[in-house]
């Protein structure tokens, strides 16, 4: 069983910043990828940027150069520092993670969501 915990979502006003962190917990053998969604409403979710465990990134061209993401395999917690909050980065942001779980011989992969945690960027 494996569990990711989302925190650091709030309300900023434009300009401003917000750090999202995702623990994974549970039998986790090895982390291929985790990153960020996110799902504004009436919009489907889509990428904001993701990290593989030996740090090469995919960010999306709508944050990119203000949100950064980063990863701590002793901890399996993946961050999103967000700078330069604009309103249209208001959504529900999810922690993705694409790991390798189990113990032994008995490894197999799987991806995983958070609950999600809201970013509300005002005007």
């Known amino acids: 069983q494996v569990q990711l915990v989302e925190s650091g979502g709030g309300l900023v006003q434009a300009g401003g910043s917000l750090r999202l962190s995702c623990a994974a917990s549970?039998?986790?053998?090895?982390?291929?990828?985790m990153g960020w969604y996110r799902q504004a409403p009436g919009k489907q979710r889509e990428l904001v940027a993701t990290?593989?465990?030996?740090?090469?990134?995919n960010t999306a061209a709508s944050v990119k150069g203000r949100f950064t993401v980063s990863i701590d395999n002793a901890k399996n917690t993946v961050y999103l520092q967000m700078n330069s909050l604009k309103p249209e980065d208001t959504a529900v942001y999810y922690c993705n993670a694409f790991l390798g779980v189990g113990t032994g011989t008995h490894v197999y992969t799987s991806i995983y969501w958070g609950q999600g945690t809201q970013v509300t960027v005002s005007s």
């Open positions: 549970g039998s986790i053998f090895s982390i291929n990828r």
């Open positions: 990290i593989t465990s030996s740090g090469s990134t």
